[in-house]
């Protein structure tokens, strides 16, 4: 089970960071898995690794010793865009990867002209134009709100926000809320929330029941339909350097992935729709 080729949107929001200031919460997985499976229906994807940990490279298999140059040396001028993506295993689906030199960068881009402005400014800079090589591009961010963070919020057009299915799911997502506000009023104003998508769910579980509905009371139409289970196979496949969907594409959460990447087409296409719809209706100046 696949989204069809006829799916994929003719245009839309292109760029989205993957964000959430709690760690654990199924961030880097879905990021993986939704680029695997948006590169499965045709869509060349870059996924932006803006994590010191690297966990999404690691994922996809790229070594350590291959992650130089990279997003650290992307975001602080020392590369070109060309120099700092590999190609993955996955056909369609490139990387730029993340080293723990990344951890320095917070302070080495307090001193810096236009801070908060160089990932979207390296995006879209003369010859390498980010937008228009790639279909969609995946950032995942470090579980902070700091100025990385801030690169990637200055440099996207909307956020999908992961969000654990368990007690303490909504603390802390009001910071993550009111940070996007903030940036969307000074730096962004494009950026939007583009969707809450529940991870590690078990519905076994009367507590991830109650959670569910109320993220859900709480969000509204911002969650998706689609949510992720808890899952095993999902656990297993990063030490093994594969996307779960091609680690198990059978499995519960593959399948989940699946249905999510489905979902975030059609989302995105509706988006598309209600933006060219708006422009047509407003008065030429």
Known sequence: MTPSSSDLPPTGPKIFAIANQ????????????????????????????????????????????QRSPGAYEFLLGLSSLADAVRTSQIPGLSVMPASVSLAGAEIEL??????????????????????????TILIDCPPSLGLVTLNALVAVDAVLVPLQAEFLALE????????????????????????????????????????????RAHFGELVFGTTIPRNVRIAEAPSHGLPVLIY????????????LASEFIRRRRTAAEAAQQQASHEPAT
């Open 110 to 135: 307090i001193d810096m002209e236009r801070r908060e402005h160089r990932l979207a400014e390296a995006l879209t800079a003369p010859g390498d134009d980010a937008r228009r090589r790639w279909d």
């Open 248 to 259: 198990d594409n059978a499995c519960a959460g593959s399948q989940a992935y699946i249905l």
């Open 22 to 65: 709690k760690g654990g919460v199924g961030k880097t997985t879905t990021a993986i898995n939704l680029a695997t499976a948006l590169a499965a229906v045709g869509e060349q994807v870059l996924l932006i690794d803006l994590d010191p940990q690297g966990n999404a490279s690691t994922g996809l298999g790229i070594a350590r010793n």
């Open 172 to 215: 802390g997502i009001g910071a993550l809320c009111n940070t996007v506000e903030r940036v969307k009023k000074i730096l962004n104003r494009k950026l939007h929330i583009a969707g809450v998508i529940l991870t590690m769910v078990d519905r076994r579980m009367t507590l991830s029941q109650q959670v569910e509905a109320d993220v």
